[in-house]
């Protein structure tokens, strides 16, 4: 199906006749985010879609260091511009504003990658200890599986080896 996350017409035709709603949308360099989320909550409502998984960034979690901070806003984060966890964020908010039952699954550094066999560590809220990675093929495992138990409901996971 083709479309546009930004169109509400084409992100109600992509969800209709859904049980639940797993994105994977990125920034793209602009605001395609914060412009879809609305839209993508108008539709769950509207359709009787109660369940969202997103993949986030681990910029969104709380920082362990300065708990009042999110990461992208502290120390810990090694990242030049905030552009990206910003947006992430608005998502976070938009979604903690509802009564939707929502996780947003929060990769650290993700380099291309499929599953292996390593244990993925999870944490609510945060980032595990000393967590630096996580394939992209481990971390679409995880979001398939916390689609399907919901181990995470209404927070934030952080995710890493």
């Not at 810990?76 to 938009?94: C, D, W």
């Not at 947003?104 to 560590?121: F, S």
């Amino acid at each position: 199906m083709k479309g546009d996350a930004k169109n509400s017409q084409d992100v109600k035709n992509t969800i209709r006749d859904t049980h639940a709603i797993l994105s994977a949308l990125n920034t793209d360099g602009a605001t395609t985010l914060s412009v879809a989320i609305p839209h993508i909550i108008e539709a769950m409502y509207e359709y009787d879609i109660s369940k969202i998984v997103t993949v986030g960034t681990a910029g969104i979690l709380q920082s362990r260091l300065q708990p009042a901070l999110y990461r992208f806003q502290s120390s810990e984060s090694k990242r030049k511009t905030t552009r990206s966890a910003e947006e992430h964020l608005k998502v976070y908010k938009a979604l903690a504003d509802t009564s939707l039952k929502w996780t947003i699954v929060c990769p650290t550094y993700l380099p291309d990658g499929g599953e292996t066999d390593q244990v993925i560590r999870a944490e609510k809220n945060m980032l595990p200890k000393d967590g630096k990675l996580i394939t992209a093929g481990d971390t679409a495992k995880f979001v398939y599986n916390e689609l399907l138990e919901s181990n995470y409901p209404y927070c934030r996971v952080g995710i890493c080896y």
